[in-house]
């Protein structure tokens, strides 16, 4: 069936650093695609979302792009920081109905 | 706004044994799902109530079930609790595709 499949972890940044954390889909049609973020000890939090093909989505210094000829929809931010440590979840909808979730990667960044 | 609220926040139960968690979902919203996630992997989608039927389950036994009231409330309950039972189980409610999640219920059998 239709699945996610993000980039494995952990992952280790220093501030300030850099991030990406792969995510593609296989899908029919044209899913919308999320990223959530669950930190320790909480529930899943929307980080942001695309409904459609080459929609960018955008929150908190975080950003993905809705890759319809990569199926793909990775997660980038420019400069980390401690405060970003959390789990991060790559979804899509699946028959407008349910949420499927990518592994989760689990990102620590050191101070 | 309270958003979603799940209770209890932790609960340990023994194998063999029933268990009912509660969702109050955020003002507005009519759709309850349940996911499950077990530790290191991502949520599992487990079966969504909508206008108090089950309007879509995923691949779960029998053993789990839900309710939703006519206040858009929601239980889930699990039978004959196993180890492999112990999770995170999470709630989300929706109106129109934005899902807002609860903090969850830590459930450990043991």
């Known amino acids: 069936g239709d699945s996610v499949t993000q980039m494995e972890g952990p992952v280790t940044l220093s501030e300030e650093a850099f991030l990406t954390i792969n995510c593609t889909y296989t899908a029919t049609g044209y899913p919308s695609l999320f990223w959530y973020v669950q930190y320790p000890g909480e529930g899943l939090q929307l980080l942001l979302k695309?409904?459609?093909?080459?929609d960018k989505g955008s929150n908190k210094g975080f950003e993905a792009t809705y890759r319809k000829e990569t199926t793909s929809f990775h997660l980038e931010k420019g400069s980390v920081q401690v405060s970003d440590s959390a789990v991060y979840f790559c979804?899509?909808?699946?028959?407008?109905?349910?949420?499927?979730f990518g592994q989760g990667t689990r990102l620590t960044i050191n101070p | 706004d309270a958003g979603v609220t799940q209770s209890p926040t932790h609960l340990i139960k023994t194998r063999g044994q029933q268990v009912t968690l509660r969702c109050s979902p955020k003002s507005g919203h009519d759709t309850v799902s349940w996911y499950q996630q077990a530790l290191g992997q991502g949520p599992q989608f487990i079966f969504q109530?909508?206008?108090?039927?089950?309007?879509q389950r995923g691949n779960f036994p029998d053993r789990f079930s839900g309710h939703q009231f006519p206040n858009y409330s929601s239980e889930l309950n699990v039978n004959a609790l196993l180890l492999g039972d112990s999770a995170l189980y999470l709630c989300?409610?929706?109106?129109?595709?934005?899902?807002?999640f609860g903090s969850g219920t830590r459930l450990t059998v043991v």
């Open positions: 695309a409904t459609k093909a080459d």
């Open positions: 979804a899509r909808i699946q028959g407008a109905q349910k949420l499927v």
């Open positions: 109530y909508y206008e108090e039927e089950e309007r």
């Open positions: 989300a409610s929706s109106e129109d595709r934005g899902y807002t």
